[in-house]
T-cell receptor, first 109, second 115 residues
Framework: KNEVEQSPQNLTAQEGEFITINCSYS?????LHWLQQHPGGGIVSLFM???GKKKHGRLIATINIQEKHSSLHITASHPRDSAVYICAVRSPGAQKLVFGQGTRLTINP | GAGVSQTPSNKVTEKGKYVELRCDPISGHTALYWYRQSLGQGPEFLIY????????DSGLPNDRFFAVRPEGSVSTLKIQRTERGDSAVYLC?????????????FGNGTRLTVT
């Protein structure tokens, strides 16, 4: 079992829909990252969380430390949101990130 | 300003050859990371540098892989006797410090294909 599991692996939705991507992890963490990867490989950091909730524009990230679970929400989704969204965790005292396998999101017009 | 730059963007090599992949981090960033991403998977950690020293090389898969950062800026990932299983996108990331809240910046990666 991977330390970081994401669901769903693939998600297709219509423009305007509310999107939720889930991340569960099995280890203690000091921080959780949500990242976006577009075709061609470039990865952009969206959020870093250690507790609670963060919001940036139409993106919202939440984390429940007790349940070892995080969600990434996208409101009013748009085709330009189509990308792979990756969850990654950092363990206490460690520098490396352990990544989930990613969720491929496709938003159709 | 310039982000993390990786060169080449694509590299095709024959099995058994030696390759070098280069990463230019953002100027002043002391922490530098190498990750490897196979098709359809999330990135996997290879090695982390703090300054010139490899603080954690636990992700290097075997002794064919080696990385250096001699002056604490540019890093080179070296792969000897390449195998087809080494084919992947090699990602470099840097951050200003190793502190938890220091934002991480990724390069666009080098796609390595071993034929």
């Amino acid at each position: 079992k991977n330390e970081v599991e994401q669901s769903p692996q693939n998600l297709t939705a219509q423009e305007g829909e509310f999107i939720t991507i889930n991340c569960s992890y099995s280890v203690g963490i000091s921080a959780l990252h949500w990242l976006q990867q577009h075709p061609g490989g470039g990865i952009v950091s969206l959020f870093m969380l250690s507790s609670g909730k963060k919001k940036h524009g139409r993106l919202i990230a939440t984390i429940n430390i007790q349940e070892k679970h995080s969600s990434l929400h996208i409101t009013a989704s748009h085709p330009r949101d189509s990308a792979v969204y990756i969850c990654a965790v950092r363990s206490p005292g460690a520098q490396k990130l352990v990544f989930g396998q990613g969720t491929r999101l496709t938003i159709n017009p | 300003g310039a982000g993390v730059s990786q060169t080449p963007s694509n590299k095709v090599t024959e099995k058994g050859k030696y390759v070098e992949l280069r990463c230019d981090p953002i100027s002043g960033h002391t922490a530098l990371y190498w990750y490897r991403q196979s098709l359809g998977q999330g990135p996997e950690f290879l090695i982390y540098f703090q300054g010139t020293g490899a603080a954690d090389d636990s992700g290097l898969p075997n002794d064919r892989f080696f990385a250096v950062r001699p002056e604490g800026s540019v890093s080179t990932l070296k792969i000897q006797r390449t195998e087809r299983g080494d084919s992947a996108v090699y990602l470099c990331a840097s951050s200003l410090t190793q502190r938890l809240n220091s934002p991480l910046h990724f390069g666009n990666g080098t796609r390595l294909t071993v034929t």
